[in-house]
Nanobody, 125 residues
């Protein structure tokens, strides 16, 4: 089991930016895929973005395309989600997820074997 730890959440105003980080203590993101999901109160967990480490391919939900960017550091120790121009509807708990064996980018939560506990993002108008 790979433990993932998210950080960087907080409370901001609409239009502000936040950068979420995801770490896998003792491991590096050198293979497979990493994704970010979010869950707002009373709603199902939804896909936000994913990256395949080999080749750096990325995929985004339409709701965040052009505002959010998923990336990782060159050493493979951290994954990031840069969130710009935040909107109140972005308010949710954000989860980092990873699967070390996947070759293709996945958007279904069931495709990711490892999860963090989440970090709260609150955007006020």
């Amino acid at each position: 089991q790979v433990q993932l730890v998210e950080s960087g959440g907080g409370s901001v105003q609409a239009g502000d930016s936040l950068r979420l980080s995801c770490a896998a203590p003792g491991r590096t993101f050198s293979s497979g895929i990493m994704g970010w999901f979010r869950q707002a109160p009373g709603r199902e967990r939804e896909f936000v973005a994913a990256i395949r480490w080999s080749g750096g391919f990325t995929h985004y939900a339409d709701s965040v395309k052009g505002r959010f960017t998923i990336s990782g550091d060159s050493a493979g120790y951290m994954g990031y989600l840069q969130m710009n121009n935040l909107k109140p509807e972005d308010t949710a708990v954000y989860f980092c997820a990873a699967d070390l064996s996947s070759f293709y980018i996945e958007t279904a939560a069931s495709a990711f074997a490892h999860w963090g506990r989440g970090t709260q993002v609150t955007v006020s108008s």
